[in-house]
């Protein structure tokens, strides 16, 4: 196999393997809002079951702030995310134009190897 070969595969797998990290991200990011989501209905159903708002009262539910701290941990944790899926992105698009420009190079050669010229020097193909 050719050193250029070599190059292409190892640089196409490292694409794919941007775009896989980016699609974990995504998926991650969007469980997490929704484990927020649904903490978020579960604290304010609390609420509403025990008619206390104000999470500075000193009866408010045990519940419902625990739930608000891992619904907070879980919004951080969210924002962590975006950062890392921001830069997973920015990678990807980089690796993806690295390999373009390597592709054409690739296709260039293919098509010149399939055009050979014939015995009086004319190109055939």
């Not at 609390?46 to 619904?71: L, M």
């Not at 995310?81 to 296709?107: F, Q, W």
């Amino acid at each position: 196999m050719k050193p250029r070969d070599i190059s292409l595969r190892t640089k196409r797998f490292d694409v794919a393997e941007k775009a896989r990290k980016v699609a974990l991200l995504e998926t991650m990011i969007r469980d997490l809002e929704h484990m927020a989501a649904d903490l978020l209905r579960q604290i304010q159903a609390e609420e509403e079951r025990t008619g206390i708002r104000d999470s500075s009262h000193f009866a408010y539910s045990t519940f419902a702030k625990a739930a608000a701290q891992r619904r907070g941990n879980q919004i951080n944790s969210i924002n962590d995310l975006r950062t890392k899926l921001d830069i997973a992105r920015r990678e990807h698009e980089d690796a993806a134009l690295e390999l373009g420009k390597l592709e054409p190079v690739e296709s260039r050669d293919h098509e010149r190897h399939l055009r050979k010229p014939d015995r009086n020097g004319v190109m055939i193909g």
